[in-house]
Each structure stands twice: as C-alpha cells, then as structure tokens.
C-alpha cells in the first residue's frame, strides 16, 4: 500500500510540473524578423530630438572655440523657429540670473538667443567642464553685447541649414534606434 500512495505522489508532482510547463501563460518570443527593428517614434518626438541634438553641435562649436557665440545664437534662433512649433522660451529674466547677469537689465532679441546658447553650454554631456564653458561663453556674450553684434545676428545659409540638420539627424536617428522601443 505504501507503495502505491508514494508512487501516486510522484505521478502527481510530475502531473503538475508537465501542468505549469506546457499551460502557463507565457510571453510570445518574438519573431525573427522582428528583432532589433527600430521603430520610428512620434513625429514630434523625434522633431524635438533632432533639435535638440542640433543645439547641442551649435554648442560643442562654441565651447570649442570654432563657433562665435552671434553665429551659435543665430542659428538657435533658426532651430527655434523650426516646426514644429518649440516649447516656449524661458524668460530673459530667468536666462539672465542662470548666468549671473543683472535680471532687470533689458535684453534684445539677440541677445536672449545668446543667453540661450550661454546657459545650453553648461549641459554636462557637453564638455568636461560644463562650468568653465559656461564662462567662457559668458565672456563672449558680454564682449559681443559691448561690440553690439548681439543687436543684429547673421544669416544662417541654406548650406549651413541643410549640413546641420543632416548631421542632427544622423545623430538622432542613431540616439532613438539606441534607446528605442
């Protein structure tokens, strides 16, 4: 008897081992084809991202020192005014105290870009040292300002337009499909 009831035992733990094997639900493997396919994001998203990857070329130009800060700031002004429409600018006010200028100083249209530029330098994934790059560009923001060539910012070329969005969007495709679903 004692026999039975310990085979009985066996024959049920196996039962139910081939139970949770073959009827637990399981994720489906995914298919052959589809591994490692990159899926392109939202429009917007990827919009924003190319911007933002081409704001970040405008300024390694600045911090290293190929790029004057009127023409980095011209060309934020045209990536700016990229549809889709970009989030809306921080205050002058605000830009000016992230850099440690007066707040209640009247800043002009080219002047807030160069602010802009001036704080987007000092992104850490930038340069080594995010704090001395800020600095230098300050220095040229304020030699800029004083010359007056912050009043009037130069054209941004269509070549120049068409070289940095390629790059941009080299740059972000490769960035999405990296972090991509």
Not at 130 to 151: D, H
Not at 166 to 176: D, F, K, M, S, Y
């Amino acid at each position: 008897m004692r026999a039975i009831s310990i085979a009985s035992v066996i024959i049920c733990v196996a039962a139910m081992m081939c139970a949770v094997v073959f009827c637990s639900p399981r994720p489906a493997p995914p298919s052959a084809n589809k591994v490692g396919e990159y899926r392109e994001p939202d429009p917007a998203i990827r919009h924003a991202v190319v911007r933002t990857v081409a704001k970040d070329m405008v300024a390694r130009e600045v911090i290293a020192g190929r790029l004057p800060l009127p023409d980095a700031a011209a060309r934020f002004g045209w990536l700016q005014a990229l549809p889709p429409a970009a989030d809306p600018d921080l205050a002058p006010e605000f830009l000016a105290e992230l850099v440690g200028l007066p707040a209640d100083e009247r800043y002009g249209a080219g002047e807030v870009l160069a602010l802009r530029v001036v704080v987007w330098v000092r992104r850490p994934e930038l340069s080594d040292d995010p704090i001395r790059s800020q600095e230098a560009a300050l220095r040229q923001f304020l030699e800029a300002r004083a010359e007056g060539r912050l009043t009037r910012l130069p054209e941004v070329s269509k070549d120049e337009r068409a070289r940095i969005l390629a790059q941009a969007e080299v740059e972000a495709t490769r960035l999405l499909s990296r972090h991509g679903d």
